[in-house]
């Protein structure tokens, strides 16, 4: 009920194409859904998210589109550079008042973007 | 841009040794967090913090697990007896008042049990 699914798990990508990863989840009662990037020996950093509210948010190059009745959610990125090669993590929450907000992490996609 | 600070960022300790993570989340921030991460796996989320006391764990975190906020800026983790299985990289993470707001990660650290 908690997992989030991630897929692929790893993707090449050539320059300038579009970089396109998946995510499924079960509960119902997630309310947001951010997206992680992660360069080797740091700390995942916020890329974009988005609430169920809305199908689509663009930032930049990025764009998460969201389908609550599939529940499914994905992140595409445009004109894919080398340096956007880094894992990505999408990820699910449910805010507690009291509680904060507990991540619940897909597995990961492994991006490669040659130059 | 405000930072989530963690110390060391690497530890080697011997089994059954007691270690201590060290973090410093971002200084308005009101809940904490900490996440750790076995090589090649996805992050876990282990524990959150509110209000000077825990407010949500997950299975991972047993009794070998405690954290502390010992001051106004500090936030520990502390693993009493280390398993070879807990090595792993730790993150710590904070946010505000809106608890989606700013919430933002350490760069971690890489705890390995010999």
């Known amino acids: 009920q908690q997992q989030v699914k991630q897929s692929p798990q790893s993707l090449i990508v050539q320059k300038g194409g579009i970089s396109i990863i998946n995510c499924a989840y079960e509960?119902?009662?997630?309310?947001?859904f951010p997206w992680y990037q992660q360069f080797p020996g740091k700390g995942p950093a916020l890329l974009i998210a988005?609430?169920?509210?809305?199908s689509e948010k663009k930032e930049g190059r990025f764009t998460i589109s969201f389908n609550k009745s599939a529940k499914q959610f994905s992140l595409h990125i445009m004109d894919s550079q080398p340096g956007d090669s880094a894992t990505y993590f999408c990820a699910a929450s449910m805010e507690g008042e009291t509680s904060g907000s507990r991540l619940t992490f897909g597995e990961g996609t492994q991006l490669t973007v040659n130059p | 841009e405000p930072e989530v600070t963690q110390t060391p960022s690497h530890q080697v300790t011997q089994m059954g040794q007691e270690v201590i993570l060290r973090c410093v989340p971002i200084?308005?921030?009101?809940?904490f967090y900490w996440y750790r991460q076995i090589l090649g796996q996805k992050v876990e989320f282990l524990v959150s913090f509110y209000n000077n006391e825990i407010s949500e764990k997950s299975e991972i975190f047993d009794d070998q697990f405690s954290v502390e906020r010992p001051d106004g800026s500090n936030f520990t983790l502390k693993i009493r007896s280390t398993k070879l299985e807990d090595s792993a990289m730790y993150f710590c993470?904070?946010?505000?008042?809106?608890?989606?707001?700013?919430?933002?990660f350490g760069s971690g650290t890489r705890l390995t049990v010999v």
């Open positions: 200084s308005n921030h009101l809940y």
């Open positions: 509960n119902t009662a997630f309310d947001y």
């Open positions: 993470a904070s946010s505000d008042w809106d608890s989606y707001y700013g919430y933002t």
């Open positions: 988005i609430r169920p509210d809305v």
